[in-house]
Protein backbone atom coordinates (compact mmCIF):
# COMPACT_ATOMS: atom_id res chain seq x y z
CA UNK A 1 0.00 0.00 0.00
CA UNK A 2 0.81 3.23 -0.90
CA UNK A 3 0.76 6.60 1.82
CA UNK A 4 0.95 9.52 -0.53
CA UNK A 5 2.34 12.30 1.12
CA UNK A 6 3.45 16.32 0.89
CA UNK A 7 6.80 16.51 -0.54
CA UNK A 8 7.49 18.88 2.02
CA UNK A 9 7.17 16.48 5.03
CA UNK A 10 9.49 14.13 4.00
CA UNK A 11 12.35 16.72 3.45
CA UNK A 12 13.93 16.23 6.70
CA UNK A 13 13.95 12.37 6.77
CA UNK A 14 15.25 12.84 3.01
CA UNK A 15 18.42 15.24 3.76
CA UNK A 16 19.32 13.68 6.88
CA UNK A 17 19.40 10.41 5.38
CA UNK A 18 21.20 11.31 2.18
CA UNK A 19 24.93 12.12 2.88
CA UNK A 20 24.74 8.50 4.89
CA UNK A 21 23.35 6.52 1.32
CA UNK A 22 19.76 6.03 -0.41
CA UNK A 23 19.02 4.54 -3.46
CA UNK A 24 18.79 6.11 -7.51
CA UNK A 25 16.60 3.58 -8.88
CA UNK A 26 16.30 3.24 -12.73
CA UNK A 27 14.46 0.57 -15.24
CA UNK A 28 16.27 0.59 -18.51
CA UNK A 29 16.59 -3.63 -19.90
CA UNK A 30 16.72 -4.39 -16.39
CA UNK A 31 16.02 -2.62 -12.77
CA UNK A 32 19.28 -1.37 -11.08
CA UNK A 33 19.78 0.40 -8.36
CA UNK A 34 23.01 2.44 -7.04
CA UNK A 35 23.70 4.46 -3.59
CA UNK A 36 23.78 7.98 -3.46
CA UNK A 37 25.32 10.28 -1.17
CA UNK A 38 24.60 13.67 -3.25
CA UNK A 39 21.35 14.83 -4.19
CA UNK A 40 19.15 18.01 -3.77
CA UNK A 41 15.47 18.23 -2.62
CA UNK A 42 13.66 21.46 -3.83
CA UNK A 43 12.26 23.36 -6.76
CA UNK A 44 13.35 23.77 -10.03
CA UNK A 45 11.51 26.05 -12.52
CA UNK A 46 8.63 26.09 -10.00
CA UNK A 47 8.19 22.14 -10.23
CA UNK A 48 9.21 20.28 -7.21
CA UNK A 49 12.62 18.28 -8.08
CA UNK A 50 15.20 16.21 -6.77
CA UNK A 51 18.41 16.22 -8.89
CA UNK A 52 21.49 13.55 -8.73
CA UNK A 53 24.93 13.82 -9.38
CA UNK A 54 25.90 10.70 -11.53
CA UNK A 55 29.61 9.77 -12.73
CA UNK A 56 29.43 9.36 -16.22
CA UNK A 57 30.59 6.25 -16.26
CA UNK A 58 27.82 4.37 -14.49
CA UNK A 59 25.63 2.17 -15.50
CA UNK A 60 23.08 4.05 -14.09
CA UNK A 61 23.88 6.41 -16.28
CA UNK A 62 23.02 4.70 -19.31
CA UNK A 63 20.26 3.63 -17.91
CA UNK A 64 18.83 7.23 -17.40
CA UNK A 65 19.88 9.04 -20.36
CA UNK A 66 17.45 5.77 -22.10
CA UNK A 67 14.74 6.34 -20.13
CA UNK A 68 14.86 9.77 -19.39
CA UNK A 69 13.31 8.46 -15.58
CA UNK A 70 14.41 7.56 -12.25
CA UNK A 71 12.64 6.70 -8.56
CA UNK A 72 14.57 8.03 -5.34
CA UNK A 73 14.40 5.17 -2.56
CA UNK A 74 14.43 6.19 1.22
CA UNK A 75 15.22 4.37 4.01
CA UNK A 76 12.68 4.61 7.51
CA UNK A 77 14.62 3.06 9.46
CA UNK A 78 18.25 1.89 9.75
CA UNK A 79 18.77 -0.16 6.76
CA UNK A 80 20.66 -3.76 5.94
CA UNK A 81 23.94 -2.67 5.12
CA UNK A 82 24.55 -5.79 2.63
CA UNK A 83 21.72 -3.03 0.17
CA UNK A 84 24.00 -0.44 0.34
CA UNK A 85 27.09 -3.14 0.25
CA UNK A 86 25.80 -4.74 -3.09
CA UNK A 87 24.47 -1.43 -4.64
CA UNK A 88 27.14 1.00 -3.84
CA UNK A 89 30.24 -0.97 -4.49
CA UNK A 90 29.06 -3.19 -7.25
CA UNK A 91 27.86 -2.35 -11.12
CA UNK A 92 24.72 -3.20 -12.65
CA UNK A 93 26.88 -4.30 -15.57
CA UNK A 94 27.57 -7.46 -14.09
CA UNK A 95 25.34 -8.11 -11.07
CA UNK A 96 21.70 -8.38 -10.97
CA UNK A 97 21.38 -6.18 -7.51
CA UNK A 98 17.21 -7.15 -6.74
CA UNK A 99 19.08 -10.18 -6.32
CA UNK A 100 22.45 -9.51 -4.51
CA UNK A 101 20.95 -6.67 -2.36
CA UNK A 102 17.55 -8.90 -1.89
CA UNK A 103 15.43 -6.33 -2.63
CA UNK A 104 11.60 -6.32 -2.58
CA UNK A 105 10.41 -4.14 -6.00
CA UNK A 106 7.10 -1.98 -5.43
CA UNK A 107 4.84 -1.06 -8.47
CA UNK A 108 5.22 2.69 -9.74
CA UNK A 109 2.67 5.45 -9.84
CA UNK A 110 3.48 7.51 -12.65
CA UNK A 111 6.45 6.43 -13.87
CA UNK A 112 7.66 2.93 -14.65
CA UNK A 113 10.71 2.77 -12.16
CA UNK A 114 9.43 0.62 -9.49
CA UNK A 115 10.35 1.60 -5.64
CA UNK A 116 11.76 -0.56 -2.66
CA UNK A 117 9.93 -1.78 0.08
CA UNK A 118 13.31 -1.95 2.36
CA UNK A 119 13.26 1.77 1.60
CA UNK A 120 10.04 3.07 1.75
CA UNK A 121 10.33 6.64 1.45
CA UNK A 122 9.47 7.14 -2.28
CA UNK A 123 9.95 9.62 -4.81
CA UNK A 124 9.17 8.77 -8.62
CA UNK A 125 10.93 11.32 -11.10
CA UNK A 126 11.36 12.14 -14.63
CA UNK A 127 14.22 14.20 -15.56
CA UNK A 128 13.93 17.59 -16.52
CA UNK A 129 17.20 18.65 -17.89
CA UNK A 130 20.72 16.69 -17.69
CA UNK A 131 24.00 18.30 -17.59
CA UNK A 132 28.02 17.05 -17.49
CA UNK A 133 29.47 19.24 -14.95
CA UNK A 134 32.83 20.87 -16.16
CA UNK A 135 35.54 19.92 -14.31
CA UNK A 136 37.61 22.85 -14.79
CA UNK A 137 35.26 25.28 -13.06
CA UNK A 138 35.35 22.94 -9.78
CA UNK A 139 37.27 25.00 -6.98
CA UNK A 140 40.70 22.97 -7.03
CA UNK A 141 40.65 21.65 -3.58
CA UNK A 142 37.36 19.79 -4.11
CA UNK A 143 38.58 19.10 -8.24
CA UNK A 144 41.77 17.50 -6.26
CA UNK A 145 40.03 15.51 -3.56
CA UNK A 146 36.94 14.42 -6.04
CA UNK A 147 38.55 13.94 -9.39
CA UNK A 148 42.05 12.21 -8.28
CA UNK A 149 42.40 10.59 -12.14
CA UNK A 150 43.70 7.67 -10.64
CA UNK A 151 40.90 4.86 -10.90
CA UNK A 152 39.77 3.64 -13.98
CA UNK A 153 36.14 4.51 -15.35
CA UNK A 154 34.99 0.64 -15.05
CA UNK A 155 35.66 0.52 -11.41
CA UNK A 156 32.60 1.37 -9.58
CA UNK A 157 34.58 3.60 -7.07
CA UNK A 158 36.10 5.46 -10.36
CA UNK A 159 36.86 9.09 -9.76
CA UNK A 160 38.16 10.29 -12.83
CA UNK A 161 34.96 11.64 -14.44
CA UNK A 162 33.14 14.23 -14.33
CA UNK A 163 29.58 14.00 -12.69
CA UNK A 164 26.23 14.68 -15.07
CA UNK A 165 23.68 16.33 -13.36
CA UNK A 166 19.99 15.01 -13.91
CA UNK A 167 16.98 17.60 -12.57
CA UNK A 168 14.06 14.72 -11.86
CA UNK A 169 10.62 16.49 -11.73
CA UNK A 170 8.95 14.78 -8.63
CA UNK A 171 5.42 13.27 -10.40
CA UNK A 172 4.67 11.39 -7.26
CA UNK A 173 5.61 11.36 -3.38
CA UNK A 174 4.62 8.22 -0.92
CA UNK A 175 5.62 5.58 1.40
CA UNK A 176 5.66 2.02 0.87
CA UNK A 177 3.55 0.91 3.77
C1 LIG B 1 27.72 6.12 0.45
C2 LIG B 1 27.89 6.15 -1.06
C3 LIG B 1 27.48 7.26 -1.77
C4 LIG B 1 27.63 7.32 -3.17
N1 LIG B 1 27.20 8.44 -3.85
C5 LIG B 1 27.32 8.50 -5.21
C6 LIG B 1 26.80 9.64 -5.94
O1 LIG B 1 26.16 10.56 -5.40
N2 LIG B 1 27.02 9.66 -7.29
C7 LIG B 1 27.69 8.65 -7.95
O2 LIG B 1 27.86 8.73 -9.18
N3 LIG B 1 28.14 7.54 -7.28
C8 LIG B 1 27.96 7.44 -5.94
N4 LIG B 1 28.38 6.31 -5.25
C9 LIG B 1 29.01 5.19 -6.00
C10 LIG B 1 28.00 4.26 -6.68
O3 LIG B 1 26.94 3.89 -5.79
C11 LIG B 1 28.69 2.96 -7.14
O4 LIG B 1 29.73 3.28 -8.03
C12 LIG B 1 27.74 1.96 -7.80
O5 LIG B 1 28.40 0.71 -7.83
C13 LIG B 1 27.30 2.35 -9.20
O6 LIG B 1 26.39 1.37 -9.67
P1 LIG B 1 26.00 1.17 -11.20
O7 LIG B 1 27.28 0.94 -11.96
O8 LIG B 1 25.12 -0.04 -11.18
O9 LIG B 1 25.32 2.40 -11.67
C14 LIG B 1 28.22 6.22 -3.87
C15 LIG B 1 28.61 5.07 -3.14
C16 LIG B 1 28.45 5.02 -1.77
C17 LIG B 1 28.88 3.77 -1.03
Known amino acids: MKEFVEINA ?3 RVNEALPKGILLNTQGEKFNSMVIGWGAL ?5 LPAFTVYVRE ?14 TISVPLEKP ?7 CGWQSGRNVDKVQAAGLTLEPPEVNHTP ?24 PEPIRTRMYPQDVDSSNPMANRDAHVAYIGQI ?5 IR
Do not use: H, M, N
Open 171 to 175: VSAYI
Open 10 to 12: LAQ
Open 42 to 46: GTVWG
Open 115 to 138: GIREYPITLECRVLYAQKQELSGI
Open 80 to 86: DPAIAKA
Open 57 to 70: GRYTREQLDKTGEF
